[in-house]
């Protein structure tokens, strides 16, 4: 279910390029709260506290107890951040204020346990969709969807239709839409004409001594 996490923030008063870029040299990141009624509000956050609630894991589906200047807390998801790969830095963030009392929906990271039935075979599993997107009110978000493939063979698929998620959740992502498959690979491809080459030759071998023996017979 969705964890309760504290973030505290400043209100920001000046905007633009050059405000935006004295804040990140002193360790802030600029962010804008969208408000019900389509209001919004500039902010800045300390950029490592930011940093570790995005590398926790699961914080778009994470609700936020979002304090601004010491007022009292306000819940919010989070909605989209900017960072700078080069940096390893978070250079912008959005979040979005919501009632607990109405549905909301987010990205749910999907992960994957087990290994498949077509990977021991010598194939390779391939995950496309990292994340599925779940309507759901927000203390009843899933921190992740764990998917068991122990059972998924070579050239088999895993789609957003076969995920189950907890009461209360609806996985709005189609449920034809591509999770992951186990990829057939040239070895496995391989091992497997081989494998038919042997059967064949194998049946030749016995077709020849079925002849032989029927040969003999009529001598």
């Known amino acids: 279910m969705a964890q309760h996490v504290p973030l505290s923030v400043s209100t920001r008063a000046a905007r633009g390029t050059a405000q935006n870029r004295r804040l990140r040299k002193a360790g802030r990141v600029p962010g804008v709260l969208y408000q019900p ?52 830095e978070i250079i912008h963030l959005d979040l979005q204020e919501v009632d607990l009392t109405v549905e909301v929906e987010a990205d749910v990271p999907v992960i994957l346990v087990g290994t498949p039935l077509g990977v021991r075979e010598g194939g390779i599993l391939d995950q496309t969709t990292l994340t599925v997107r779940v309507r759901a009110l927000p203390d009843a978000l899933p921190r992740s969807i764990e998917f068991d493939v122990t059972d998924v063979g070579l050239g088999s698929s895993v789609h957003a239709g076969d995920l189950v998620v907890p009461d209360g959740c609806t996985i709005v992502t189609e449920a034809e839409h591509g999770i992951a498959s186990v990829m057939v690979t040239r070895a496995a491809l391989a091992a497997d004409e081989k494998e038919l080459e042997e059967e064949a030759e194998g049946a030749e071998a016995e077709d020849g001594d079925s002849g032989e023996s029927a040969e003999s017979e009529g001598e």
């Open 37 to 88: 009624g389509g209001d919004s509000l500039s902010f800045d956050a300390d950029e490592y506290e930011v940093r570790w609630l995005i590398r926790r894991g699961g914080i778009r589906s994470a609700v936020v107890d979002l304090t601004i200047d010491s007022d009292s807390p306000r819940t919010v998801l989070f909605k989209t951040w900017d960072s700078d790969p080069v940096r390893d």
